[in-house]
C-alpha cells in the first residue's frame, strides 16, 4: 500500500526530485558506487508519521551484505586512491558535495520532512547545516598536521635523534546513527572521516533511511571514488553485524546509551577504537536575576523544538523559588502556543513525533510521571487527529530523583524543579548518571563562570539553548557518551598518531 504519495499530492506539492525518489518501489544499498539489490528476505516500510501513510520500503542488510559493503569500504581505503589523493584535491570533493547538497536542499529537506515528521523549515535548516559542516571540514583536510619532538634516547657520538609524529587516517569507519537528525548526524561523522582520508559504512535508522539514501547518490555525482562512501539500510541486528566485524577499523555511534554499551562490548571483542555519543537529560538552571521573559522562552525551545527528540533538549528546568510560579507559568504559555501540525504546513510549530512506537514510549513516562507523584501542570495527550502527535507537556516536582527527572524520555516533556540557591540547583543539575548539555541563564557573569565550572556535561549554553555548530565539539560525560565530535577534536577522532624517530 503506497498511499502517501498520493496524499502528498493532494494536501502539499513536492520537488519533482522528491517526487521521483519516492515513487521508487523499495530502495537499494548504495556500495562501490553502485545501487545493489539483494535478495535479503527481510524489508521495513517506511511511515510518515505525520499521517500514518507508507512512504517507502528499504532491505534488510543481512550479515553478507554488510561483508560486501565492509569488503568495498576496506578495499577502497587500501589501494590509497582516497587516503593518497592530495589534501587540497579531497577539499574539494567536499565542496563539490556541499554544492550539490546545496542544489538538492529541498528534495533532501521534504523527504526528511516526509520520513521524520521534523517542520519543513527545521529539514531545510538541517540539511543547510550539514552543508556547512562539510565545507568546515573541507578546509581541515589541508590542515592536519603531525609535531615534532626531542627526545632524550642517547645514540652513538656524532649522532642524533630527529623524532616526530605523524597522524594517518585510521581506515574503515562504521556509522551507526539514530532517526532524529538523520543528516545532521551522519555529517558530523562523515565529513571529519573523508577530510581525514578514511573511508566509510554508514547505517542510518531503520526509522529515517530515506534521505540518507538520497544523500548517498550525490558522493557519486561530486566525484567521489568508488567504495569511499557505502551506505547499507537494516536494523539492529544488521547494525551489529557491522560494529562486531575485525575488518572494521572504527566505530562511531550516536543512539540510545543501552545500544551505546551493546556496541561498545562488541567493540571491545575486536578491541575497535569506538566513540560514542549517547543519551542525556541536560537541565537548564534558571537564575532569579535572569531576563525572565528570554529564559522562559529559551527553555521552551530547548525542550520542544523537535518534539523534544533532540539528544541536547533541556529536559529538566532548575528555576528559583523566588521567581518560580511565573516562569513556569510563562513556560507553559509557549508550549501552549504551539500549533500542532504536518511538517509540511507553514503554520506549524510542531510535527509529529517519529513513529507511534515511539509515541507510546513518551506517553508510557506521561503516565508513569503521573504515578510516581509528579504533578502534571500541562499537555499530556494526543490530539484526536491522524498521526503521532503530542501537546507539549510539563510536569513539576520537588523529587529530584523521580523517574521523570532521571530517566531520558525523548519527547516534549518538560520537568521543572524549585531551587534555594546555586549551590542546591548545581547539586541536582549534577545528580544525574548523564553529562550531555546544560544551560544557566542569569545576568551575573561570576555566577554564570561559577557555574560553567561546576556543571558535569558537555556543552554549557548561558542564555541560550544549546546549539550546534561545526567548530563547537559537542559529547558527553557520564552515560552520555566518550569521546567529542565537530570542531578539531571531531577530526583528529579519526587519525591514529605514529611516532617516528630517525637516527642521523
Ligand atoms: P537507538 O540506539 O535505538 O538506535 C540507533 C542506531 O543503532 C540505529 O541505526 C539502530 O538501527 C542501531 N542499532 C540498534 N541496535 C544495534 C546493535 N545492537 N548494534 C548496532 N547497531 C544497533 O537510538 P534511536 O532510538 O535511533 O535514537 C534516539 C537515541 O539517540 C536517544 O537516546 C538520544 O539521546 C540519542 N542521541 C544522542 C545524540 C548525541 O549526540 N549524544 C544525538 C542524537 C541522538
Known sequence: MRISYIYKMENFKISNAAEAFLKKEQHDFFINNKWVRTDSPKTIDIVNPANDSIVGKISVATAEDVKNAITSGKRAFQNKVWRDMSPIKRE????????????????MAEILTIENGKLLSHAKSEIQGAINTFRYYAGWATKIEGQTIDLSLRQKPGFKNFAFIKKEPIGLVAVIVPWNFPISIATWKLAPLLAA???????????TPLSTLYLAQLFELAGFPPGVVNVITGDGESGAALTSNPQV????????TQVGKIIGQAAMQNLTPISLELGGKSPAIVFDDADLTAAAKGVALGIFRNGGQVCVAGSRVYIQKKVYDNVLADIISEGKKMNMSDGFDEKADLGPLVSKKHLESVSAYIAKGQEGG???????????RQG????????STTDNNHLIVQEEVFGPVLVAIPFDNKEDALRMANDSRYGLASSVWTKDISKALQCVDALDAGW???????????????????NSGIGRELGKEGLYTYLKTKGVNIVY
Open 197 to 207: 582520508g578514511c573511508t566509510a559504512v554508514l547505517k542510518p535508522s531503520e526509522v
Open 388 to 395: 503521532c502527535f503530542l501537546e507539549p507537556t510539563v510536569f
Open 92 to 107: 574539494q570533493l567536499l565542496h563539490n558535495l556541499a554544492d550539490l547538497m546545496q542544489d538538492h536542499l529541498i528534495p
Open 374 to 384: 509528579a504533578q502534571l501542570v500541562s499537555g499530556g495527550s494526543s490530539p484526536n
Open 460 to 478: 554549557v549554553f548561558v542564555n541560550s539553548p544549546s546549539r550546534s555548530d561545526p567548530n563547537l565539539p559537542l559529547g558527553g560525560n557520564k
Open 249 to 256: 577499523d572504527k566505530i562511531t555511534f550516536t543512539g540510545s
